[in-house]
């Protein structure tokens, strides 16, 4: 097994065999909130046991081919054969940070003995070329021609850089995911999209580069923080939002199982959104039209990501936001129902607190969104709601408009 190591990470507490490319990143300035735990490894949950019932698979359409979302409890020991049925490898580079290789590396390991792994920085503000030039040099350092596979084991900070790693890696190199987030298993794994953010805007530097397999394991994820699932139910919130009433409905009246990881209910909604999302990307692989919808709440979102320079928001928590600026303007417009706005923030709000935005301003947001990747010929693209379930594309919001939401959802001028 070949072996590179940066001198910057304490590499002996994840194993000698394990490629470092970067310095651990600190800790959050945003404290995780009240009630917020992880479960330590190998802590036994009732979701602990991989269950009997078949695993699901979801086609996806990427141009000429198609590939598999693979949704199994206990799937992750699955590897090796799912591996070997799509002619990944044999020589496989298992790329994630250090705190989920500690959680999973073990069981990755054991499923695919001669995988070898590669450890980037943690956290969205290192989501940036930077990481993606020392997976480069990692590559290289351990001979890595064409022939080789490409694993993502993490999160969606994790599955983007990765992915574009892979994607211009000799031109493009095989990519598996194996998303350990809910957030992850339910979106930012499916659809193909990878990148990385620039200090300008989120998500500026990026290609379009389907998986050959996305692999989701609901056991991964009793190890989440609380606020991390959280994260993950708000990408819910919006699938709902964009395209199913039915799924809003069923978040709505089981929303203390999700916390809770009952298998049925997790793998359902892990199915469910996966299959919205499937089925718009396939219909528009390169967001020319129908996938826009995509990004309800990314609009705000993005932006208070940017202006907090990643580090204060969880993905799903800045896209919280986001959906509820959105449904503002949906309100102010007539396009969305008092009743069904209220639904929405009553939704957000019985999940748990969100982090703090009074002290960000809506004038320095719209400032950002203006470079935003939505913005075409001069004009941004919104999503924007027409009822829980339903929403439409316009490109007439103008700024006066988006700060007054912004500032009606807690921002300040």
């Given at each position: 097994?070949h072996?590179?190591?940066?001198?910057?990470?304490?590499?002996?507490?994840?194993?000698?065999?394990?490629?470092?490319?970067?310095?651990?990143?600190?800790?959050?300035?945003?404290?995780?909130?009240?009630?917020?735990?992880?479960?330590p490894?190998?802590?036994?949950?009732?979701?602990?046991?991989?269950?009997?019932?078949?695993?699901?698979?979801?086609p996806?359409?990427?141009?000429?081919?198609?590939?598999?979302?693979?949704?199994?409890e206990?799937?992750?020991?699955?590897?090796?054969?799912?591996?070997?049925?799509?002619?990944?490898?044999?020589?496989?580079?298992?790329?994630?940070?250090?705190?989920?290789?500690?959680?999973?590396?073990?069981?990755?390991?054991?499923a695919?003995?001669?995988?070898?792994?590669?450890?980037?920085?943690?956290?969205?503000?290192?989501?940036?070329?930077?990481?993606?030039?020392?997976?480069?040099?990692?590559?290289?350092?351990?001979?890595?021609?064409?022939?080789?596979?490409?694993?993502?084991?993490?999160?969606?900070?994790?599955?983007?850089?990765?992915?574009?790693?892979?994607?211009?890696?000799?031109?493009?190199v095989?990519?598996?995911?194996?998303?350990?987030?809910?957030?992850?298993?339910?979106?930012?794994?499916?659809?193909?999209?990878?990148?990385?953010?620039?200090?300008?805007?989120?998500?500026?530097?990026?290609?379009?580069?389907?998986?050959?397999?996305?692999?989701?394991?609901?056991l991964?994820?009793?190890?989440?923080?609380?606020?991390?699932?959280?994260?993950?139910?708000?990408?819910?919130?919006?699938?709902?939002?964009?395209?199913?009433h039915?799924?809003?409905v069923?978040?709505?009246?089981?929303?203390s199982?999700?916390?809770?990881?009952?298998?049925?209910?997790?793998?359902?909604?892990?199915?469910?959104?996966?299959?919205i999302k499937?089925?718009?990307v396939?219909?528009?692989?390169?967001?020319?039209?129908?996938?826009?919808?995509?990004?309800?709440?990314?609009?705000?979102?993005?932006?208070?990501?940017?202006?907090?320079?990643?580090?204060?928001?969880?993905?799903?928590?800045?896209?919280?936001?986001?959906?509820?600026?959105?449904?503002?303007?949906?309100?102010?417009r007539?396009?969305?129902?008092?009743?069904?706005?209220?639904?929405?923030?009553?939704?957000?709000?019985?999940?748990?607190?969100?982090?703090?935005?009074?002290?960000?301003?809506?004038?320095?947001?719209?400032?950002?969104?203006?470079?935003?990747?939505?913005?075409?010929r001069?004009?941004?693209?919104?999503?924007?709601?027409?009822?829980?379930?339903?929403?439409?594309?316009?490109?007439?919001?103008?700024?006066?408009?988006?700060?007054?939401?912004?500032?009606?959802?807690?921002?300040?001028?």
């Amino acid at each position: 097994m070949h072996q590179y190591c940066y001198p910057i990470i304490d590499a002996h507490l994840l194993g000698s065999a394990v490629t470092t490319v970067d310095r651990q990143a600190p800790v959050d300035a945003y404290e995780p909130m009240t009630g917020d735990r992880s479960v330590p490894a190998g802590r036994q949950t009732r979701s602990s046991a991989p269950s009997q019932r078949a695993a699901i698979r979801i086609p996806v359409s990427a141009g000429a081919r198609t590939y598999p979302i693979v949704i199994e409890e206990g799937l992750t020991s699955r590897l090796a054969d799912l591996l070997a049925t799509h002619e990944i490898g044999p020589r496989l580079f298992a790329i994630s940070n250090p705190l989920v290789w500690r959680l999973h590396g073990t069981a990755v390991k054991a499923a695919v003995p001669d995988v070898e792994p590669i450890l980037i920085p943690d956290g969205e503000r290192h989501k940036t070329l930077r990481t993606v030039s020392r997976i480069y040099e990692a590559l290289l350092h351990a001979g890595a021609d064409r022939s080789v596979g490409v694993l993502a084991v993490g999160g969606g900070v994790v599955g983007d850089t990765v992915g574009f790693a892979a994607a211009t890696y000799l031109r493009g190199v095989n990519l598996v995911h194996l998303p350990t987030t809910l957030l992850a298993q339910v979106d930012s794994a499916v659809g193909g999209k990878v990148g990385v953010n620039h200090p300008l805007a989120k998500n500026l530097i990026g290609a379009f580069y389907p998986p050959v397999l996305v692999a989701s394991d609901p056991l991964l994820l009793p190890t989440l923080p609380r606020r991390e699932l959280r994260s993950g139910l708000y990408e819910v919130v919006k699938y709902g939002m964009i395209a199913s009433h039915k799924l809003f409905v069923r978040l709505e009246a089981h929303l203390s199982e999700h916390f809770a990881h009952v298998p049925d209910v997790l793998v359902a909604t892990i199915a469910q959104s996966c299959r919205i999302k499937a089925r718009i990307v396939s219909a528009d692989e390169r967001e020319s039209g129908p996938r826009r919808i995509l990004n309800f709440g990314h609009t705000a979102g993005h932006a208070l990501e940017s202006l907090t320079s990643y580090r204060r928001f969880r993905h799903g928590e800045a896209v919280a936001y986001g959906m509820l600026v959105a449904a503002e303007i949906g309100k102010a417009r007539g396009t969305l129902s008092e009743a069904e706005q209220e639904r929405l923030v009553g939704l957000i709000r019985q999940m748990g607190p969100l982090p703090p935005i009074a002290d960000l301003s809506a004038k320095r947001a719209i400032e950002v969104i203006r470079r935003d990747k939505k913005v075409v010929r001069g004009r941004l693209h919104f999503v924007l709601p027409e009822g829980i379930g339903s929403t439409t594309i316009v490109d007439d919001v103008g700024a006066r408009e988006l700060e007054r939401a912004m500032r009606r959802a807690g921002m300040a001028r």
